[in-house]
């Protein structure tokens, strides 16, 4: 099978460069990636896998020739176990992971930790990259760790360790590290990480978006100063959600059905309204929406995404405020604002979309963004948002917004998502 490993091997390197070359890397795939890639074949690390997760189960020990395409595409691939069921782990899409560990600055003698380390594929090319470094790769599922390591060893890659554990409680053993990874939406950031990452060190972290499900998320690239996290650089991403005790908050959207209200109040909206957001243009809508949903769920603890039953994507869902005590919803739709039961949802919409709106209808890049423990959270204040977590708290800060400036409300958008990537792994949200 020699021959035709290295025919896939060599069209999956051309798949990544392209995919770089897209992502808006002039040189494409890095040559020290390129030779990192082919020295860790991602056959080694395959073993039962769905391409598609309501897909056919592939056994690649039991029929190479007939998973090798398969294996070598820019796909994710969904873990499984002996009984078919989808593991909690998938190996990401590759050109999306490892563009964003370009963005992390791998160098030779980093000593890595990964968290949720899934195959070891990754982690087994960022041994590659890190020459005389280290890598250890944390995960939870105990099959799967023993697994990986067995496939690293059979590679002879000694400088990759797999460790079976929980990841939110890191690896205290090879701490400080330099650079950390991890491929999951965190909702609340493991203390531990706050202290096994080495001063000046960078962290690779998909944060989970309030009502996204637990896999819409912005995947930020963080460089720890003075005991906290300040972010370099984040695009939007949809990955695996991070499980553990604290990590379910906020990521669930919610049914207007189960509101214990709605029954009294959702027949007929008690407020119709045009609303200038997407102007009844679902494409546009998206966008826009993005960037207001975004600053709703910095600002208004009562923020929501809604499940309307059909499995939107999150740029596509319905969402507003709910106040329980007050009894009333708001709902953004395309071109619409709903209210039901009293005004003050409504109310509260209306004023958040306001200041949205004098600010300049910022959307995620417009914010710089910490991450902090809880009890080193600022104060909020003009052009200042801190949204508390649990153990973590996000500090959104208005770049150049001190004062906010005043802005006519028919400015632009200042940012706009990312266009959608493949509807696998780790990727880019829909427009």
Not at 141 to 166: F, H, K, T, Y
Not at 385 to 412: C, H, N, T
């Amino acid at each position: 099978m020699e021959p035709e490993i290295e025919e896939h091997i060599t069209r999956f390197l051309g798949m990544l460069d392209t995919a770089f070359r897209r992502r808006g890397e002039a040189e494409g795939l890095p040559e020290r990636f390129r030779e990192a890639v082919r020295g860790t074949p991602r056959h080694r690390f395959v073993h039962r896998f769905r391409a598609d997760r309501d897909g056919p189960v592939g056994d690649f020990d039991a029929e190479p020739q007939r998973h090798l395409a398969a294996v070598y595409s820019d796909r994710v691939q969904i873990h499984v176990g002996a009984d078919d069921a989808a593991l909690e782990s998938t190996n990401s899409q590759p050109s999306y992971v490892l563009w964003l560990l370009h963005r992390l600055g791998l160098e030779a003698g980093h000593r890595v930790i990964e968290i949720g380390s899934g195959s070891g594929w990754l982690a087994a090319v960022m041994g590659r990259l890190v020459g005389d470094g280290s890598v250890v790769g944390v995960e939870i599922l105990g099959d799967l760790a023993r697994r990986s390591q067995a496939d690293l060893a059979a590679l002879g890659i000694a400088n990759v360790a797999i460790v079976e554990g929980d990841g939110a409680v890191g690896n205290d053993a090879g701490a400080p590290y330099d650079r950390a990874v991890i491929m999951a939406a965190v909702w609340d950031l493991p203390t531990a990480l706050f202290d096994q990452v080495a001063e000046g060190g960078r962290l690779l972290l998909p944060i989970a978006l309030a009502g996204g499900g637990g896999r819409d998320c912005h995947v930020a690239v963080l460089r720890r100063e003075d005991g906290r996290f300040r972010a370099l650089e984040a695009v939007p991403g949809a990955v695996v959600r991070f499980v553990g005790p604290g990590q379910e908050r906020g990521a669930e959207r919610r049914r207007l059905g189960e509101l214990p209200f709605w029954p009294g109040i959702g027949a007929t909206p008690a407020l119709y309204r045009t609303l200038s957001l997407g102007a009844r243009d679902p494409a546009r809508f998206g966008a826009a929406a993005y960037a207001f949903r975004l600053f709703l769920g910095q600002t208004e603890p009562g923020f929501a995404v809604f499940d309307d039953g059909e499995g939107e994507e999150l740029s596509a869902s319905p969402f507003g405020l709910v106040d329980t005590a007050a009894r009333s919803v708001a709902i953004c739709r395309p071109g619409m604002l709903l209210g039901y039961g009293s005004p003050e949802a409504p109310r509260r919409l209306d004023a958040a979309y306001r200041r949205w709106t004098a600010l300049g209808m910022p959307g995620p890049a417009a914010f710089e963004l910490e991450v902090v423990r809880t009890e080193q959270a600022p104060r909020p204040g003009p052009g200042l948002w801190v949204e508390k977590r649990g153990v973590s708290a996000l500090v959104w800060r208005l770049a150049g917004a001190a004062p906010p400036p005043r802005v006519g409300r028919q400015k632009a958008v200042r940012d706009r998502p990312r266009p959608a990537g493949p509807e696998t792994g780790i990727r880019p949200p829909g427009p």
